[in-house]
């Protein structure tokens, strides 16, 4: 293991550690689907680390693929935390919308 491989495995690492704690409130899903969607992106930047001499061995790819998902998936964790939200509070206007109409029919037919 090259010295370049030590720094990349302790980055990633380092990458882990300090995206471990927003990840405890991600589902288990939204990892696994960034993780697909995502491959060819660390494919890509892993062929391009790779030609430039800095990644040679699978002790740093394999790290640095899972740490790159992570930072992902702790950045893009807001925006469908928020999209949920923005959902289920829409749903509940509808519901309350419903109810209130039906309420009022029943006031008229009364």
Known sequence: MERTDVIVVLAAVLILVVTAKPLKKVPTWHIVVLAVLLYPVDRVLLSVLESA???????????????????????????????????DRRAGRQHHDQDHDQDHDQHVDA
Do not use: D
């Open 53 to 87: 001499g800095i990644v040679n061995s699978p002790w740093s790819k394999y790290p640095l693929l899972i740490s790159v998902t992570f930072v992902f998936t702790v950045l893009t964790a807001p925006v469908v935390r928020g999209y949920k939200a923005r959902r």
